[in-house]
């Protein structure tokens, strides 16, 4: 009940809001929880692209670092947790577009068995799908799609040991290196929220890439002192004015 009040809440002041200026990132895993066509995803970034141009990943980082393109009205594309869909269907419509993405993976949930595997969708990423295969990441890293790490096993970097986090960030980025014949420079860390990562792991993720990512205070470029981009949470199946309220917001440098 709750939901559906939310839901008409947005869709009513949403219908009104127009894309504020700057560039938005947005933050997605799947077109919908369950099984949906790729005609819906189509069907908002065509309606959407009315309203904004699509840009490139590695083109949104460097005119938001540069403070750049702030007079147009700009959006990119992030998808976490490597879900098969990201190949057979996100990146299809993508390129559709002339556009790209960041898709972050987890070498855990791509390596790990049907135990593994179990687990890691009914108890870290809650939903029932099957993750990309290395062959098709290594087919959309030559497409032009960037390949970021999401941790090696989708973990919450709070309190975890020097061990646990060299595991964790470095030995993930270094599967990924492996079986791209490239490096891995782009980081976003689990539930995105910045209390779901403390200064001991920041630290670490800094160290080894160059851009990293999170998913909180999305009216402002940055988190903790400039060096975190902040993403906007949206899905692929969300309607068009649900995705138009949250981008209605300026964007804020401090
Ligand atoms: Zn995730």
Known sequence: MRNLIRNILLFTTGQFKSVANG??????????????????FYDLLKELNKQVDFINIEDAVIAIKEKT?????????TFDDGFEECFTKIAPVLS?????????????????????????????????KHPMTWKMIQEL????????????????????????????????????????????????????????ID?????????????VFGGD??????????AIFNRRHIEGDWSLNHVKYFLSKTKKYQ
């Open 23 to 40: 560039i938005h990132i947005l933050n997605s895993h799947y077109i919908g929880r369950n099984d949906l066509s790729k005609e819906i």
């Open 69 to 77: 393109h702030q007079n147009q009205k700009l959006v990119t594309f």
């Open 96 to 128: 559709d577009f002339n556009t790209n993405a960041a898709f972050f993976i987890n070498p855990g949930f791509i390596d790990g068995d049907e135990n593994y595997r179990k687990n890691f969708t009914e108890n870290i990423v809650h939903v029932n």
């Open 141 to 196: 890293h030559q497409q032009g799609f960037v390949i970021g790490n999401h941790t090696f096993d989708h973990v919450r970097l709070v309190g975890l040991t020097e061990d646990q986090l060299q595991n964790q960030i470095v030995i993930s980025k270094n599967r990924i290196e492996e079986q791209l014949q490239s490096s891995c420079e782009y980081f976003a860390w689990t539930y995105g929220r910045n209390s779901d």
């Open 199 to 211: 200064k001991n792991a920041l630290n670490h993720c800094l160290n080894s890439h160059k851009y």
């Open 217 to 226: 205070n999305y009216t402002k470029y940055f988190s903790f002192n400039d």
